[in-house]
Structure formats: structure tokens, C-alpha cells
């Protein structure tokens, strides 16, 4: 053995031996450490946004977390106190989680429903697919402070809704202002951005195998049972896609409750993320708020976990074996 670290080349040295192996650590040439260089510098900028603008607060904000700071004094370390409060004492953080559970658990899977729905309907060789195809994704570039107003006219007690409604003799709700019904008009607006998943889910259903069809044809397979022994599983990894971001983005739902509701009437809407910017900009307590904010990461990652267990039983992909 020592003759071999003896007579190791120059390019090689034996750093270890131990029972009986040895590991040799490569002395890296000059154009590795040339290369080396240029990878570190080309990704820099986004070494220093991640540690700048993600990393570095979400760290900091475990720490105001545990602290009682108004940002205008020194912060004062109270420990788990508000996330104490928050579990125990704070009646608006539960109907706040309430209402987001409520929010993401109908608009996720209606807006998986509706999205796997019109893209059968566009995958089909009709005439003017390109336009409807078009139609649907339009309301997807158009600004959602924009459409939360357009919505909030649509749904006034005198709106085009409700004017509708009186034309077939039904006596419209104010939808804003009563708490039975404010819930599910944020739930139809969540609807209306569904052209995103229905592209995707398009885009799926085009890349699937057209021998599949004429197999199932030829079974006397109908188009119902081509659609869930053929279409369905072939696109169920995009399903899943849009299931993970769809729970992600439910969860952290603001600008539609801001603009249109600002959480009421009496915390009918209120949802997480507008809870804690309250607590954080209108109040202060940006303690309280961190807090809410990791407790509402462990709620999203709690979901994302299930989602990702139960995708095993239910998900395809092409080169998979069971």
C-alpha cells in the first residue's frame, strides 16, 4: 500500500486509507477550476436573489415569529406566545383557516373539473377550435385586480347577475354582503381562471397516441370509456400538475377577498393570507403575522404530502412499470 501512494502519479495523491481502501482526490486541472469559475459567476445573480429575496427572510421571519415587533421599536422575544395565540386564543384564525379550507377544497377540484372538461371539448375536430381555444385563455392574461372589479359590478345586489337571475323570476342575493353566499362567489370567480389548466390539459391530450383510440374503437370501446380507459390516465400526471399548483394557490389566495370583500362581512371571507397582512400592515403585529405565515406553510406542505402519497394510486406516467 505505501508503495502505491509512493508511486502515484503527480495528477492523483492518496488522501485515505482505511481497512484496507484508499480514496485518491483528483487535483483539479486548469480549465476545470476556468469552468468552475464561470459556473459560479454565471449563477451568482440568482445565488444572490435566492439568499437575498427567499432564503434570507424566510429565516428572518422565523425569527420575528418568536418575537412581539411593531417594526418601529426593537423586537421583544416572547418565544412560542404567538403561536400560542394564534392555536388558542385568536377565534378569527380558525374561521380565516375554515374559510381557506372551505375555499380550496371546492374551487381545486371544480377548476380541475371544468379544465379536463373543455379541453375534451376543444381536442375534438370542430370548426373554430383555434378561436375557442383563444376565448378560453384570454380571461387567464387579463389582471386580476382587473377581473376582481369586473367581478365585484357582476356580482352588486343591481348587478348583470342578479338582473339576469329576475329574468327567469329568481330573486338574486346581495353575493358580497351575505355571509351564506359570499364563499362560493369567490369559489364561481376561481372558476373563471381556468383556461390555463385547460391548455396544459390540452396540450396533454394532443400528445396522446392516436393507435389508442383505433384500438379501442375496434373493441367497441364508446367515446365515454375511450375517454376513461384511454384519455384520463394518459393525462392524469398534468391533473396532478394542476392539483399541486391549484392547493398552492388556493391556500394563498388575497387579491380577489381584498378587492372585493377585505374579509367580511364578519370574517365570512376571510382567508390566511389577507388575515395575516391585516395583522402585519393594519395592526403592526408582525410577530403574530410571521406566525401565521408558517403556520399556514405547514398547512400547505401538510396537503402537498398527501397529495403526493395518493398520486401513486391514481397517476400514470408513460414509462412507468407496476
Given at each position: 500500500m505505501s508503495n502505491l501512494v509512493d508511486e502515484a502519479p503527480g495528477a492523483e495523491r492518496?488522501?485515505?486509507?482505511?481497512?484496507?481502501?484508499?480514496?485518491?482526490?483528483?487535483?483539479?486541472?486548469?480549465?476545470?477550476?476556468?469552468?468552475?469559475?464561470?459556473?459560479?459567476?454565471?449563477?451568482?445573480?440568482?445565488?444572490?436573489?435566492?439568499?437575498?429575496?427567499?432564503?434570507?427572510?424566510?429565516?428572518?421571519?422565523?425569527?420575528?415569529?418568536l418575537t412581539e415587533w411593531d417594526s418601529f421599536t426593537p423586537p421583544e422575544w416572547v418565544g412560542l406566545a404567538n403561536y400560542r395565540k394564534?392555536?388558542?386564543?385568536?377565534?378569527?384564525?380558525?374561521k380565516a383557516l375554515g374559510n381557506t379550507f372551505y375555499y380550496a377544497l371546492i374551487s381545486v377540484p371544480l377548476g380541475l373539473v371544468i379544465g379536463v372538461w373543455l379541453a375534451n371539448l376543444l381536442n375534438k375536430r370542430?370548426?373554430?377550435?383555434?378561436?375557442?381555444?383563444?376565448?378560453?385563455?384570454?380571461?387567464?392574461?387579463?389582471p386580476l385586480v382587473a377581473t376582481a372589479m369586473v367581478f365585484k359590478m357582476v356580482l352588486a345586489p343591481s348587478g348583470p347577475l342578479n338582473d339576469l337571475l329576475g329574468w327567469f323570476g329568481i330573486d338574486g342575493p346581495a353575493w358580497l354582503l351575505d355571509a351564506t353566499w359570499v364563499k362560493p362567489a369567490l369559489i364561481v370567480l376561481s372558476a373563471w381562471g381556468a383556461g390555463a389548466a385547460t391548455v396544459l390539459l390540452l396540450s396533454a391530450m394532443n400528445g396522446i397516441p392516436k393507435e389508442l383510440y383505433e384500438a379501442a374503437e375496434i373493441d367497441g370501446a364508446s367515446a365515454w370509456r375511450q375517454f376513461w380507459?384511454?384519455?384520463f390516465p394518459q393525462i392524469t400526471p398534468v391533473i396532478f400538475f394542476n392539483l399541486i399548483?391549484?392547493?398552492?394557490?388556493?391556500?394563498?389566495?388575497?387579491?380577489?377577498?381584498y378587492i372585493l370583500t377585505s374579509g367580511g362581512p364578519d370574517n365570512a371571507s376571510q382567508m390566511m393570507v389577507p388575515l395575516?397582512?391585516?395583522?402585519?400592515?393594519?395592526?403592526?403585529?408582525?410577530?403574530?403575522?410571521?406566525?401565521?405565515?408558517?403556520?399556514?406553510?405547514?398547512?400547505?406542505?401538510?396537503?402537498?404530502?398527501?397529495?403526493?402519497?395518493?398520486?401513486?394510486?391514481w397517476v400514470f406516467y408513460e414509462t412507468e412499470v407496476r
Open positions: 492518496v488522501a485515505l486509507r482505511a481497512g484496507g481502501r484508499r480514496t485518491v482526490r483528483h487535483r483539479m486541472s486548469r480549465r476545470g477550476k476556468k469552468e468552475a469559475f464561470y459556473f459560479w459567476l454565471f449563477i451568482s445573480p440568482w445565488l444572490i436573489g435566492f439568499v437575498g429575496f427567499l432564503l434570507g427572510p424566510m429565516i428572518a421571519s422565523v425569527y420575528i415569529s394564534a392555536l388558542t386564543q385568536d377565534p378569527v384564525f380558525w370542430v370548426r373554430g377550435r383555434k378561436l375557442f381555444r383563444t376565448f378560453i385563455y384570454l380571461p387567464t392574461l387579463v380507459s384511454v384519455t399548483m391549484g392547493l398552492i394557490g388556493s391556500f394563498q389566495i388575497f387579491s380577489q377577498v395575516l397582512f391585516r395583522e402585519a400592515f393594519s395592526f403592526y403585529h408582525f410577530g403574530y403575522a410571521s406566525a401565521i405565515a408558517w403556520l399556514l406553510f405547514v398547512v400547505i406542505m401538510v396537503f402537498t404530502l398527501i397529495a403526493f402519497r395518493t398520486a401513486r394510486k
